[in-house]
């Protein structure tokens, strides 16, 4: 089963699912063990299918690392807090971590646009 902990200490996933925002960013920094890579994404790929049937989903993408690399980011957006939140928390969802493998420790946080002028907006 993968093991969770904060990206922010101070501000961890826990926290932030009480959050009222609309639209936000999930992050999620993954690490596992090389020898067990292709179990995460067998993992990671069942989770995404699930997720993107779920209300407020809006699109994923995974990177890898390169270079032998076995740290991964998910990065998915959702419309609300509350949409990630009910399926973060969904029943089905939390027993299909135990597919993760051991060596598996991830870091999730939600992100909000911040509008830069000249630079991005929001």
Known sequence: ??????????????????VDAAPVVLVNLITVDPADADALLAAWEHDANWMKCQPGYISTQLHRGIGGSAV???????????????????????SALGAYPSSAVTRPHLFAKVAVPNLCTA
Do not use: K
Not at 1 to 18: K, N, R, W, Y
Not at 72 to 94: C, G, Q, T
């Open 1 to 18: 089963m993968v093991t969770f902990e904060p990206l922010d200490p101070v501000v961890p996933i826990s926290a932030q699912l009480g």
């Open 72 to 94: 991964f980011l998910n990065y998915a957006i959702w419309e609300s807090v509350a949409h990630f939140r009910a399926a973060f928390s969904h029943p089905e969802f939390r």
